[in-house]
């Protein structure tokens, strides 16, 4: 009898407590359960950056019609604490590389990027592009997407990737490689091939690349040309650190379609992190010139015997 008073008045407390939960709950003002906005300052973004982007621009030929050029870029952003940038790197226009801020006859891309409370943004160019930006509350990453250029109608989208809050010059006093690339790599590419018999050509490609702690480099996949698939092996590839800090290059043999091209393959590699996932742009392939962007992500540190 006793235990069945005891346990009415145990229930009978723990409801009485439910109930005034219940009622401290509808008392805490709604807007402090919403979602709060973004915050950001002009000193979110700062630092080193990997950048990439990619699309077309569509431009107006001498007789009047408008022809779409599809254009790749990827490089190394650098930014200050008052938002003053530079920009080095490949800038893939057509069927032409052009190479800024590597070499020092090779100016960089300057601009400023101002950040507003929103984590909004506006990136200006000193050649005159115009991004409009997204960043990340920590400054960690930057979206964006180009609103004018001064060559033409602009589609185009990127993001940038914070690498390091030490500018180049600062990574190089510690060397070229401050991160440690090998083992086995998932490897996806996408963009278009301009090809001189048939014009552009949409391509992709998937499969396993390899880096060799000794430099070598490797892949091995499939390549869709135009809805057409292909098997495609990269032999003899070598990687070679480039002039700035976290980037390289890659050459080496085609084999497509049991088909040795005649020429070579180059790449340009921007290492985000401790090599644990690349990003890449095609400079020159056997096939046609290349427009032409990917991602490698390491999977393994072991490589294919």
């Given at each position: 009898?006793?235990?069945?008073?005891?346990?009415?008045?145990?229930?009978?407390?723990?409801?009485?407590?439910?109930?005034?939960?219940?009622?401290?709950?509808?008392?805490?003002?709604?807007?402090?359960?919403?979602?709060?906005?973004?915050?950001?300052?002009?000193?979110?973004?700062?630092?080193?950056?990997?950048?990439?982007?990619?699309?077309?621009?569509?431009?107006?030929?001498?007789?009047?019609?408008?022809?779409?050029?599809?254009?790749?870029?990827?490089?190394?952003?650098?930014?200050?604490?008052?938002?003053?940038?530079?920009?080095?790197?490949?800038?893939?226009?057509?069927?032409?590389?052009?190479?800024?801020?590597?070499?020092?006859?090779?100016?960089?891309?300057?601009?400023?990027?101002?950040?507003?409370?929103?984590?909004?943004?506006?990136?200006?160019?000193?050649?005159?592009?115009?991004?409009?930006?997204?960043?990340?509350?920590?400054?960690?990453?930057?979206?964006?997407?180009?609103?004018?250029?001064?060559?033409?109608?602009p589609t185009f989208t990127g993001r940038a990737k914070r690498i390091s809050w030490a500018p180049p010059d600062q990574l190089r006093s510690n060397g070229n490689r401050p991160y440690l690339l090998g083992g086995t790599y998932v490897t996806r590419m996408k963009g278009v091939n301009l090809n001189p018999e048939v014009g552009p050509l949409p391509s992709a490609a998937l499969g396993f690349g390899t880096i060799g702690y000794d430099g070598t480099y490797g892949f091995s996949g499939t390549k869709v040309v135009a809805g057409t698939s292909i098997p495609i092996v990269f032999e003899n590839g070598g990687w070679e650190d480039g002039e700035l800090p976290y980037t390289g290059t890659v050459t080496g043999s085609v084999i497509a379609g049991g088909t040795q091209y005649l020429g070579e393959y180059e790449g340009f590699f921007v290492v985000l992190g401790r090599g644990d996932e690349i990003w890449c742009l095609s400079l020159e392939e056997p096939a046609g010139s290349p427009v032409v962007t990917g991602v490698m992500k390491r999977v393994s540190f072991r490589t294919a015997d």
């Amino acid at each position: 009898m006793n235990s069945i008073k005891e346990f009415r008045s145990f229930l009978s407390r723990f409801t009485m407590r439910s109930w005034c939960i219940a009622i401290l709950v509808l008392l805490i003002p709604a807007t402090s359960l919403a979602v709060q906005p973004c915050r950001c300052t002009q000193q979110s973004v700062g630092g080193t950056y990997a950048a990439a982007f990619e699309g077309t621009l569509m431009v107006t030929l001498g007789d009047g019609t408008k022809k779409p050029v599809p254009n790749a870029f990827l490089g190394i952003g650098v930014v200050d604490g008052e938002g003053n940038m530079s920009q080095h790197g490949y800038l893939v226009v057509g069927n032409q590389a052009i190479r800024f801020g590597i070499e020092p006859e090779d100016p960089p891309f300057t601009g400023k990027i101002t950040v507003n409370p929103d984590c909004t943004g506006i990136v200006e160019l000193s050649r005159g592009e115009v991004f409009e930006v997204i960043v990340d509350p920590r400054g960690e990453e930057v979206n964006y997407i180009e609103t004018v250029s001064p060559s033409g109608a602009p589609t185009f989208t990127g993001r940038a990737k914070r690498i390091s809050w030490a500018p180049p010059d600062q990574l190089r006093s510690n060397g070229n490689r401050p991160y440690l690339l090998g083992g086995t790599y998932v490897t996806r590419m996408k963009g278009v091939n301009l090809n001189p018999e048939v014009g552009p050509l949409p391509s992709a490609a998937l499969g396993f690349g390899t880096i060799g702690y000794d430099g070598t480099y490797g892949f091995s996949g499939t390549k869709v040309v135009a809805g057409t698939s292909i098997p495609i092996v990269f032999e003899n590839g070598g990687w070679e650190d480039g002039e700035l800090p976290y980037t390289g290059t890659v050459t080496g043999s085609v084999i497509a379609g049991g088909t040795q091209y005649l020429g070579e393959y180059e790449g340009f590699f921007v290492v985000l992190g401790r090599g644990d996932e690349i990003w890449c742009l095609s400079l020159e392939e056997p096939a046609g010139s290349p427009v032409v962007t990917g991602v490698m992500k390491r999977v393994s540190f072991r490589t294919a015997d």
